[in-house]
């Protein structure tokens, strides 16, 4: 990671949703910086989707703004990339195909488009599956193209919602390396929506803990863990635990 890290590189102010009468989030702030790691965690209905659907623009807030290195957040002019839980590889592309359809969409230069998802397909061993079609494809490899497609965006901001959640404890924990090795490589900046504590330990710089509705940030937790990180450590088990501990129903 460079330097440029440290910067605050995306800030979010005051963000407030209401649907109707249904207050769901209240005056949420908090900043990233540049190539961070975010996991944001909370109780089971607390508006985590919601919150990251803010933050993608599909909503627009009641109040407050997400700003990306000073500018409200556009994604006419910004890159907002991101993996939803559910399947999203286009069924009749194939997979290089695939990992360049947003690249295509942006107009982004055909030797950068290139140059990108060349480096994507060797990152995450796709080479001998480059011409074939999702449905060919383990769910595991299909949901590797679509963290590259993203990946591949070159994204200001990649957000991820619980795009493991289907999948057992072996294929989580496979893919999340997949995606920290991405991540470290690339140095994008991401915000990760998860309900599996041990998921966000394993993952996270630094975790936003949800209150219940309306919902605020409770706390942040700094994970100041040295990768690649042992579930079984006594200093991963303790934030585990803390982390559980402040998101049950109080």
Not at 170 to 193: A, H, M, P, Q
Request: one cysteine or more.
């Amino acid at each position: 990671m460079n330097a440029s890290k440290h910067e605050n590189h995306v800030e979010v102010k005051g963000l407030s949703k209401y649907f109707g009468k249904l207050h769901v989030l209240d005056n949420i702030s908090f900043n990233i910086k540049k190539g961070e790691f975010i996991c944001v965690v909370g109780p089971t209905g607390c508006g985590k989707t919601t919150f990251l659907n803010l933050l993608t623009r599909i909503y627009s807030p009641t109040k407050g703004d997400l700003f990306i290195e000073g500018e409200s957040a556009d994604p006419r002019k910004h890159n907002l990339s991101f993996v939803f839980q559910e399947p999203s590889a286009i069924p009749w592309l194939t997979v290089e195909k695939n990992l360049r359809y947003g690249l295509e969409i942006k107009k982004v230069e055909k030797k950068i488009i290139d140059e990108r998802v060349e480096k994507i397909i060797n990152l995450l061993g796709l080479d001998e599956f480059r011409n074939a079609y999702p449905h060919q494809l383990s769910v595991s490899t299909e949901q590797r193209i679509i963290i590259g497609r993203s990946f591949a965006m070159n994204p200001d901001l990649l957000l991820m919602d619980e795009p493991y959640g289907q999948m057992d404890v072996k294929l989580r924990f496979y893919l999340e390396d997949e995606v920290i090795r991405l991540w470290k490589e690339l140095g994008s900046t991401v915000v990760f929506i998860t309900h599996n504590i041990e998921e966000a330990v394993y993952l996270a710089e630094r975790i936003l803990i949800l209150s219940n509705k309306p919902t605020t940030i409770k706390e942040e937790v700094v994970v100041d863990l040295p990768r690649p990180r042992d579930v079984t450590d006594p200093n991963f088990i303790d934030i585990r635990k803390y982390v559980t501990d402040q998101i049950k129903w109080w």
